[in-house]
């Protein structure tokens, strides 16, 4: 089993920036996979970022330039940094992770972080 810790969400004013950092817990094997979804108020969980333990990142078209993901391997942690944040970036940020090198297609996920973007 794995097991997701996310943490440094918050509420920032547009413009500004933030990081979530998600740890991954297992057991037996390598989380080759991780990433982050986000699901804002009356919307569908949307991918928004993911990277492989290869380095192979994708990234959301509404996020791209103003968002990085980095993957720490052998802390099974991933990192996404957010700038130039604006307020249709509010949402509960998931991470997720998988065993596979699939991105976006996670079978383990975190409880959630809330981020909102506010003047």
């Known amino acids: 089993q794995v097991q997701l810790v996310e943490s440094g969400g918050g509420s920032v004013q547009p413009g500004g920036s933030l990081t979530l950092t998600c740890v991954a817990s297992t057991e037996r094997f390598a989380i080759n996979a991780m990433g982050w979804f986000r699901q804002a108020p009356g919307k569908q969980r949307e991918a928004v970022a993911g990277?492989?333990?290869?380095?192979?990142?994708s990234y959301a078209d509404s996020v791209k330039g103003r968002f990085s993901i980095s993957r720490d391997n052998a802390k099974n942690m991933v990192t996404l940094q957010m700038s130039s944040l604006k307020p249709e970036d509010t949402a509960v940020y998931y991470c997720?992770?998988?065993?596979?090198?699939?991105?976006?297609?996670?079978?383990?996920w975190g409880q959630g972080t809330q981020v909102t973007v506010s003047s």
């Open positions: 990277v492989t333990s290869g380095g192979r990142s």
């Open positions: 997720g992770a998988n065993y596979y090198y699939t991105l976006n297609e996670y079978e383990f």
